[in-house]
């Protein structure tokens, strides 16, 4: 059995998105959600298959074949494919459609290895640097991090992903380093890395939002030590989820 035939949060190809059932998208008319909310359910569904590696590299996204399998019209496949080429997961080739860009497991490990060398420097750097008000606005994003948690909008999930991608870079700003925000950055918004909440089970993003939670704490303690620790616990996490998820080679 597959990594993916074995999540219980992870759907092989064309199964339920995260947190809906199918039964959503079949529903009669007059008791689907709006049309904001079934974008945003395609668009979740589609990026999460993209972040799990269900799409191959090079895969042409048949707008017809989605809005048959989730039941609904093309319009918002149409809308969830354009976000996902704004995202830089996916690429227009005329009338050839949408195609899938290649991102492969090298790249998503290289990424994390990387950040795993620096980000735990630059929250040693924050406990000894940041300012009360820094320290501060972590905790607020932090918390608006877990009421997209919490809350049942169609759009949590990138509510949730926003929010954590502001945290890493609020704390590169606290760590008071323009060389080390510069290095590290790009690797906070690889299209890749950032999508990485749309296979997160709930408790998958209460733990991350804890882990955060952790490093505030060893901020305000000025524990320059325990905050280096907390973070490459976090990222180590992090990491082992999403290798987790990620659908394996055809020929492995």
């Not at 319009?75 to 996916?90: H, Q």
């Amino acid at each position: 059995m597959d990594a993916a035939s074995e999540s219980p949060f992870i759907s092989p190809r064309f199964t339920r998105p995260f947190g809906y059932s199918l039964e959503l998208f079949a529903a009669p008319q007059e008791t689907r959600a709006t049309m904001t909310s079934a974008r945003d359910l395609v668009y979740a569904e589609l990026r999460r298959r993209l972040m799990s590696g269900v799409f191959l590299p090079g895969e042409r996204l048949r707008e017809e074949h989605i809005a048959a399998e989730l039941a609904v019209s093309r319009t918002p496949v149409r809308s969830a494919i354009e976000r996902l080429v704004a995202d830089g997961l996916v690429k227009r080739e005329g009338r050839r459609g949408a195609e899938v860009l290649g991102w492969v497991d090298r790249d998503i490990n290289e990424a994390f290895e990387l950040r795993l060398l620096l980000e735990p420097y630059a929250a040693r750097s924050a406990a000894e640097r940041a300012t009360p008000e820094q320290i501060d606005q972590l905790e607020q994003i932090n918390q608006r991090m877990l009421d997209a948690v919490l809350s049942d909008d169609a759009d949590k999930v990138a509510r949730v992903q926003h929010c954590n991608n502001l945290f890493h870079h609020a704390l590169l700003d606290a760590a008071q380093s323009a060389r080390v925000r510069n290095m590290v950055e790009n690797l906070l918004d690889m299209p890749i890395i950032i999508g990485s909440f749309y296979f997160y089970t709930q408790d998958d993003m209460l733990r991350s939002v804890e882990h955060h939670r952790q490093i505030i704490a060893a901020l305000r303690a000025r524990d320059a030590a325990c905050a280096e620790i907390a973070m490459r616990f976090h990222l180590t996490a992090t990491h082992l989820l999403f290798r987790s998820q990620r659908k394996p080679p055809a020929d492995a």
